[in-house]
């Protein structure tokens, strides 16, 4: 199955409202500043290596083309019913489908994503990744598998709100959650592609303090996600 292929399961692994400053998109939208909950203890330099390696971008998609995306994966997703949980999924309760070819209103908007999220010289993998999370679906920890995919990850989120947990791989102390809002993109590289694993919490465990410790319970209903990735490098030796 496909998220098996993909996804290399990883280990399971909780900060401050603060503005994301590193870099600037490459055309007129800027990074936004994003809802990010650093649980208690996580230290500044992995921050900053955890900041300037993964970027959001709220609405990075209008309205109109979230639908008409919506409009043109949901005949291949309800021909499934979702899957449950099995012990060695990444996910539970989801279905998905893998594009190729994109109708002449979705092309643009994906071309749009892949032209903004990936550096020139990084090949695209051919088919899009479209992950469809039930209301009570979630993704587990891990960190997609360096053999398949890539440096970077690029995912367009529809339909619902969430929360990404990334957990360092090596210092399970090391926690922060983010806001992952409908219709954003976030990019995955480096630091946070490589050495924290990712999940999209349960919406029951969507929960982002801010500063003074104040809860802010998200929501999480079904949503869609529209992963892109590029090709591995495949002149490194791989872990996993
Ligand atoms: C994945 C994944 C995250 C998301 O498919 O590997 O981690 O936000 N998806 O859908
Ligand atoms: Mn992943």
Not at 103 to 112: D, E, S, T, Y
Not at 193 to 206: G, P
Request: glycine share 2%; hydrophobic share 35%; charged share 30%.
């Amino acid at each position: 199955m496909l998220v098996r292929r993909l996804l290399g399961l990883a280990s399971r692994g909780h900060t401050k409202y603060t503005r994301h400053t590193s870099g600037h998109a490459p055309h007129e939208l800027q990074l936004t500043a994003i809802p990010y909950h650093y649980h208690e203890g996580f230290l500044p330099e992995t921050r900053e290596q955890f900041q300037s390696s993964f970027l959001i971008y709220d609405d990075f998609i209008s309205v109109e083309e979230e639908q008409s995306l919506f409009n043109e994966v949901e005949p291949h997703l309800k021909r499934q019913t979702y899957e449950k949980d099995h012990w060695d999924d990444a996910i539970s309760n989801f279905r998905e489908t893998e594009r190729k070819h994109w109708n002449a209103h979705n092309l643009p908007v994906i071309q749009r994503l892949q032209k903004f999220a990936f550096e020139p010289h990084l090949k695209l993998l051919p088919y899009v990744h479209v992950l469809d999370l039930a209301p009570q679906g979630y993704i587990k920890p891990h960190i997609d598998s360096a053999r398949f995919c890539g440096d970077i990850v690029a995912v367009l989120s529809l339909l619902s709100d969430s929360v990404a947990r990334f957990v360092h791989d090596q210092s399970k102390d090391q926690i922060v959650d983010c806001l992952v809002r409908q219709r954003s993109l976030y990019v995955m590289k480096g630091s946070s592609r490589y050495d924290f694993t990712h999940e999209i919490l349960r919406s029951e465990d969507s929960i982002l303090k801010d500063p003074n410790d104040n809860e802010r319970k998200i929501d999480k209903t079904r949503r869609i996600s529209i992963v892109c990735r590029c090709e591995p490098d495949v002149t490194i030796r791989h872990k996993t």
